[in-house]
């Protein structure tokens, strides 16, 4: 079975700029997160999908983070514009349902705001 | 904000050694897992326990759960070289869609 799959696996960029990541979950999982993950701490979920739906993004800044997840299978997650605190780890991970655990992640993507 | 906090923030122990890491929760829950993190990858599934049991055991982990005390614990006997990682606790709390809450993490080191 393929993993959970996250490109770029790095990223550096000034504030004020824009970025995405890319997620590809594995083959038949409905559910899809994207966490947040600041040097030093745990996972910080910023949006969870239920097949195309948004299931939470009570914690997603959305005046300069917006996600997707079109057809129900790829998702991407885009900031524009970043700024110095977003520096961190953004790691996806689907499971098959959200009753079914566990999470798979992936090897997440190291962003670097300069 | 977090969840789960564990203790100690930082572990170093020699192989061959049992490590213990705990975690404290907030709210009730319906589960609780813990996740390893090797460094600059993605978290692995441990070992999953549910609210109505009070330990579990996987190879060389053990894992308890007192709700009463809203606190768990990770074992892991005769630790090796490889066990080098950190270790987070995840609560899945009751009343919500699935959403598991990370803790802090633990960081282990294990010598030769």
């Known amino acids: 079975e393929a993993g959970v799959a996250q490109s770029p696996r790095y990223k550096i960029i000034e504030k004020r700029q824009s970025v995405a990541f890319w997620c590809n979950p594995i083959s038949g999982h409905a559910t899809l997160y994207w966490y947040q993950q600041i040097l030093g701490q745990g996972p910080k979920l910023l949006i969870q999908?239920?097949?195309?739906?948004?299931?939470?993004d009570s914690q997603l800044p959305k005046d300069r983070f917006s996600a997707e997840r079109l057809k129900g299978v790829d998702s991407t997650l885009k900031i524009q514009p970043a700024k110095l605190e977003d520096s961190a780890v953004y790691l996806c991970a689907s499971s098959y349902d959200p009753g079914r655990p566990p999470l798979h992640f992936g090897n997440g993507t190291r962003l670097t705001v300069t | 904000s977090q969840q789960g906090e564990e203790d100690p923030q930082a572990l170093s122990i020699q192989e061959g050694e049992n490590a213990t890491m705990n975690c404290s929760y907030k709210t009730s829950i319906n589960n609780l897992q813990w996740y390893r993190q090797n460094s600059g990858r993605g978290l692995v599934h441990l070992i999953l326990i549910r609210s109505n049991e009070r330990e579990k055991h996987s190879g060389r982990l053990r894992v308890t759960l007192d709700t009463s005390k809203k606190s768990s614990s990770l074992l892991i006997t005769a630790s090796r070289a490889a066990d080098t990682a950190s270790y987070f606790c995840a609560t899945d709390y009751t009343g919500t869609a699935s959403k598991l809450t990370f803790g802090t993490g633990t960081r282990l080191q294990v010598t030769l």
């Open positions: 999908f239920q097949n195309n739906g948004v299931v939470d």
